[in-house]
């Protein structure tokens, strides 16, 4: 089994045969839209967003085609995957002898962690080629806006080249020698350019791992969201770590553009229907704004959309039920529209973050990069 099957069977093992092998191909390479956002919170599969923007989907469907003809996913009356006992098993099996990416985060750092990595690995291959009084090399980003970013911060910085230098270095070796970081430092720091210097690509990497390229990209991004949380978190032990990433952080985006206005209107005490005839889109296309705001913002008031009264027996009847599954719940609760079922479980689900609970319940691991520990590195 090869590393990205086994993320693909645990997206389809959450989504528990309620949405499609096309929804967990949008939610991996971070398709922007109202479903593809609910679909990342509601299943509690946010972590998976965007980790994988490049892949195609010829490649994506090949792996899934091959995936059922080895028996690991059946399908369902509704046409949908689902994860057999076999598929689970090999699942089980497979992050018993490789590291589990705990620590993904696709929606927080998806798109600013791909910026982040530019940027850092841009500046240090500068940094360590003009300490050596060397400024004719190839850079190894060729992203004009991030170029141009490196620049501006080398040439608006009063510290001199060799101390910036300097800093980054013991800024990552802090990172890497905390006590609760996650793997081998090397799958990043092997990466990074210097003077006379080329960093290792992934396939490269995995031959110094022992493992595929497959795992080592896995492996990487989950070493880089942590690293970026513990930057957030502790940005007073991580200043120029923290400097480099923080107007990424403001930068993104909580919604979509659409459901940004929306929530303005919404704001400004207009209602679904108002809302509708001002923008002149169909009301289902505003609830699906509203429902991506059920999801992302937990002040939402619940009672312009749905009663306390309806509310209450909406959540009980999809607990004690154990399903998304609209037609299940609207069987049992006829007065209810499925907009309206559709945001209970919204506002219910929005913060569940099965993935991080997924290995622990279904994997029965506490911590596999833990138990396997990691290299020694020195820095």
Partial sequence: MKYSEAIYLIGLDLFKGERSDSALYHLLTGKKTSQTIQDA?????????????????????????????????????????????????????????????????????????????????????????????????????????????????????KTNKKALFDQLYHEWKTLFQSTDYPDDPLLIVQQFSGWNLIGLTHAQQADYLSCSPDEVYYRFINVLHFSLAKIVEEKEAYPMLHHILKDQ????????????????????????????????????????????????????????????????????????SGSKRLKVIKEAIPDADYFQIRFVLAKENGEANQWNSYYRKNLALNSSEKDKGRSSATF
């Fill in 41 to 157: 919170h509601l299943f509690g599969l946010s972590p998976l967003f965007s980790i994988v923007p490049n892949l195609k989907r010829k490649q994506y469907d090949e792996t899934i085609h091959h995936l059922k003809t080895q028996g690991c996913l059946s399908v369902n009356e509704a046409s949908k995957s689902l994860v057999t006992d076999k598929g689970k098993e090999e699942v089980r099996h497979y992050f018993f002898q490789h590291y589990f990416p705990a620590h993904l985060d696709g929606w927080r750092y998806g798109e600013s962690g791909r910026v982040f990595w530019g940027r850092i690995s841009l500046l240090i291959q500068t940094l360590s080629n003009l300490t050596q009084n060397e400024s004719r090399f190839f850079p190894v980003i060729r992203d004009r806006h991030i170029q141009s970013w490196v620049k501006d911060q080398l040439i608006n910085s």
């Fill in 249 to 320: 952080l403001k930068q993104d985006q909580l919604y979509t553009v659409s459901t940004a206005e929306t929530k303005r209107l919404l704001d400004n005490g207009m209602d679904l229907i108002g809302i509708s005839q001002k923008r002149r889109l169909k009301p289902s296309t505003i609830e699906d704004h509203i429902l991506e705001l059920a999801l992302l913002d937990r002040t939402l008031k619940k009672e312009p959309f749905v009663s306390e009264e309806l509310y209450a027996a909406i959540r009980e009847v999809a607990a004690r």
